[in-house]
Nanobody, 115 residues
Framework: QVQLVESGGGLVQAGGSLRLSCAAS????????MAWYFQAPGKHRELVAT???????NYAHSVKGRFAISRDNVRNTIYLQMDSLKSEDSGVYYC?????????WGQGTQVTVSS
């Protein structure tokens, strides 16, 4: 059974940093890419950052230069380092793995940035 377990969310002041983690288990197939999505209250889920299986990364314009996606293949974990946080970054962050056998999501972790 595939599981993606996120952690690292919380309350932080504007300008601060957080690192989100997404630990994957039960994935025994090729991974096309890994991603982090963000959903603000009352809004649609939107893509924040992606990393292909080869390590290429891409970012939403709103987070470019502030956020960084990375991975630890030994721990089967991806990370989202979030720096210079703004109040508009507040919301729920989800990790996503797109594989050859399907699309998997974590349960989400709440990030609240106080101004």
């Amino acid at each position: 059974q595939v599981q993606l377990v996120e952690s690292g969310g919380g309350l932080v002041q504007a300008g601060g940093s957080l690192r989100l983690s997404c630990a994957a288990s039960g994935i025994y197939t090729n991974i096309n890419y890994m991603a982090w999505y963000f959903q603000a209250p009352g809004k649609h889920r939107e893509l924040v950052a992606t990393m292909t299986s080869r390590g290429s990364t891409n970012y939403a314009h709103s987070v470019k230069g502030r956020f960084a996606i990375s991975r630890d293949n030994v721990r089967n974990t991806i990370y989202l380092q979030m720096d210079s946080l703004k109040s508009e970054d507040s919301g729920v962050y989800y990790c996503n793995y797109e594989t050859t056998r399907g699309d998997y999501w974590g349960q989400g972790t709440q990030v609240t940035v106080s101004s």
